[in-house]
């Protein structure tokens, strides 16, 4: 399926939970996906599990309750995939 191919995302902490449940559909309807992860483990064991391409995927240990950990995670997203049109922030 690729109702998302040609989206960018970014999804914060997508390293577990619903936030790797939305990151994963996300690549599958063919989206490039941000990932954002405070529990750096999390986000190196989602990385090595190769369920997210390397090349739909960039994975950023990250802050983003900080106005500075936030503009980094865009700045990832922005440089990586050329922008961002989708911003996911499970609660």
């Given at each position: 399926m690729d109702r998302l191919r040609g989206k960018s995302a970014i999804v914060t902490?997508?390293?577990s939970g619903i936030g790797r449940a939305v990151?994963?559909?996300?690549?599958e309807e063919g989206a490039t996906v941000t990932i954002g992860d405070?529990?750096?483990n999390s986000l190196s064991d989602?990385?090595?599990e190769?369920?997210?391409p390397g090349d739909q995927a960039e994975f950023?240990?990250?802050?983003?309750?900080?106005?500075?950990?936030?503009?980094?995670l865009v700045g990832a997203?922005?440089?990586r995939?050329?922008?961002v049109d989708v911003l996911v922030q499970p609660g």
């Open positions: 902490g997508g390293a990151a994963l559909l996300f690549v405070l529990n750096e989602v990385a090595r190769r369920l997210l950023v240990h990250v802050d983003v309750t900080t106005a500075a950990g936030a503009a980094r997203a922005d440089a995939f050329d922008g």
